[in-house]
């Protein structure tokens, strides 16, 4: 049951007022009690009634008073750890929604400073983290620089490798264009070997035809001198004949000589007879010596000749031997000439390829060379973006560490109030 | 003028008078003789007369004579003999008053004389003293 205080003074005094009255009418109802005391003891009563109620009335009243100054001055404290309880009475009043009033705000208090509590320190710890993080961003945004210092210093070689393999590729369509012609000319003049290997091939058919009636005029020829040869040897025999008749000539015409100086006076016309014999026999002779000579000069130089008629068949052999492999090898030219010149053909159709894949090769090596340009360009854009990345990278861990500064300072600012076992570990 | 028969024997020129010849033999067989100096070359037939042929260049100490088959069969009132020599020549005419006779101080060296005839000095071969030495060897 509710009474407000100010119902209670005025129930108070109703009951001190109410016990007087009622006393005075009771006291002698009881009659017991002397006419001459009637009176004082119904004041007396009534007297005990009001000191009675005064006091447990002030009591009560007092007692929650005092718990509620109590808990007012730990709340000033920054004691939080307790709740107020007051002593339950009979009736409640207003001290009761005073010390609930006072709970609620502990209560709410409590929650509140829990809260920041375990916000600053989540706080600290993330900007504690953020700061980790934004230093490990600093780091990695300054290798990152670095790289991109690398990248652009690789993207001007690069650019430089380009602009050299782009001389290099024009030299080299430049030379393909030359082998181009080259190997154009080449098939022309292999062309015309071929032409002029067949016309060699028709040349050395016709020498070697040639060289057969040749030869055979040379076997002619050296049978006709072996014949020669022998008619020459038979006159030779028929002039021993004559040397030999010569020369019995002689010796007859010797003995005549010594016959006609035996003789004395009378042999000298015989004498003189002999002696032109002995000088037709000596003439004789010389001429069978020179016929001989003749004869064996001729015999040298029939020999001579038929040697050189023999070299010559053999020479001749050699000769159509040679041809025959020089016939051979016109065969073998002509062929290599055909093969060349398909060959040069496929020559100048695959360097007409590869001066269109050249030309190709150039178009890309300028398209890279523009990318190549870009790319610097953009490391460079990059290279920019990363420093001031980097700068606000150390402007945040400048805030993170204010931050968890601040945290800090809060916490030390909290951790004033008294939670209670229940509160100190907030999660 | 005198009829010579020149021949020569190695490098020096020998001659014969043609009186002193009975003739020249060509192709006569050679038969061997026996128990002979090395000078006898062996003997001919002259017309049924064994005649010994000797060495002549042999005989006076040049080289042998070559194989030949023509010799000088001398006048048998002379030596009968036949001598190979090394080359006959042909008859030559001189005049014997310009013959220079040898001293006879050296009989041994079988030369009569010397003729000299066209710048050519002719030896006149000495029979006589060929006889005698081929007497001596046959002894």
Redesign the interface.
């Known amino acids: 049951m509710r009474i407000e205080i100010s119902h209670k003074f005025v129930l108070g005094f109703v009951v001190v007022v109410g016990s007087i009255v009622f006393l005075d009418y009771l006291v002698p109802v009881l009659g017991f009690i002397p006419q001459s005391m009637q009176q004082f003891v119904s004041t007396l009563g009534a007297l005990l009634v009001g000191l009675v109620f005064g006091w447990i009335f002030s009591k009560a009243f007092t007692s929650n008073i005092g718990i509620l100054t109590t808990g007012a001055e730990r709340l000033s404290h920054g004691d939080l750890s307790r709740t107020l309880k007051l002593r339950k009475g009979l009736v409640s009043d207003e001290t009761e929604d005073l010390a609930d009033s006072l709970n609620l705000v502990v209560d709410n208090l409590r929650k509140v400073v829990g809260k920041i509590r375990t916000t600053s320190v989540r706080v600290n710890e993330s900007s504690q983290g953020l700061s980790a993080s934004a230093e490990e961003m600093t780091a990695t945004s300054h290798e990152v620089a670095g790289a991109i210092e690398q990248i652009s210093r690789g993207a001007e070689t690069q650019a430089e490798m380009v602009e050299k393999v782009s001389r290099v590729i024009r030299d080299l369509a430049g030379s393909i264009e030359q082998i181009t012609a080259s190997s154009q000319i080449l098939a022309l003049s292999s062309a015309e070997t071929t032409k002029t290997a067949k016309d060699g091939g028709q040349l050395t058919d016709t020498a070697l035809e040639k060289m057969k009636l040749v030869l055979s005029d040379v076997e002619g020829n050296s049978r006709q001198m072996v014949s020669f040869s022998e008619h020459v040897q038979k006159i030779g025999t028929i002039i021993d004949v004559i040397t030999g008749i010569a020369?019995?000539t002689n010796?007859l015409a010797?003995?005549a000589?010594?016959?006609a100086?035996?003789a004395g006076e009378y042999g000298q016309g015989f004498?003189v007879v002999a002696?032109e014999i002995?000088k037709l026999a000596?003439s004789t002779s010389a001429s069978a010596g020179e016929i001989t000579r003749l004869i064996d000069t001729t015999r040298d130089e029939s020999l001579r000749v038929h040697q050189s008629m023999l070299d010559s068949v053999r020479a001749i052999d050699a000769g159509r031997g040679a041809i025959d492999s020089t016939s051979g090898v016109f065969r073998a030219i002509i062929e290599k000439a055909e093969d060349a010149q398909g060959k040069a053909h496929k020559i100048t159709a695959l360097t007409e390829q590869q001066n269109k894949n050249a030309t190709e090769i150039v178009a890309a090596i300028e398209e890279i060379s523009r990318v190549a340009e870009d790319n610097a360009a953009g490391t460079e854009q990059v290279s920019a973006a990363t420093e001031e990345q980097s700068a606000a990278m150390e402007e945040l861990t400048y805030a993170s560490q204010k931050l968890a500064q601040l945290a800090d300072e809060l916490l030390t600012t909290v951790s004033r109030f008294n939670l209670g076992s229940d509160a100190e570990a907030p999660a | 003028m005198t009829?010579l028969?020149p021949f020569t024997l190695g490098a020096e020129r020998y001659a014969l008078k043609?009186?002193s010849?009975?003739?020249?033999v060509?192709g006569a067989q050679l038969h061997y003789l026996p128990v002979t100096p090395a000078t006898f070359l062996g003997a001919i037939n002259v017309h049924g007369q064994v005649v010994p042929v000797v060495d002549l260049p042999l005989l006076l100490g040049f080289d042998p004579a070559p194989v030949c088959q023509?010799f000088l069969v001398l006048?048998p009132q002379i030596l009968s003999l036949a001598l190979a020599v090394h080359q006959?020549e042909?008859?030559i005419n001189v005049d014997l008053q310009h013959l220079a006779l040898m001293q006879s101080d050296e009989p041994q060296n079988c030369i009569a004389g010397v003729v000299h005839w066209h710048e050519k000095m002719i030896n006149l071969l000495d029979l006589e003293q060929v006889g005698h030495i081929i007497e001596t060897q046959l002894k």
């Open positions: 020369q019995k010796l010797l003995n000589t010594i016959e100086a035996r004498a002696e002995s000596d | 009829q028969l043609l009186t010849i009975q003739e020249v060509d023509r006048s006959l042909s008859v």
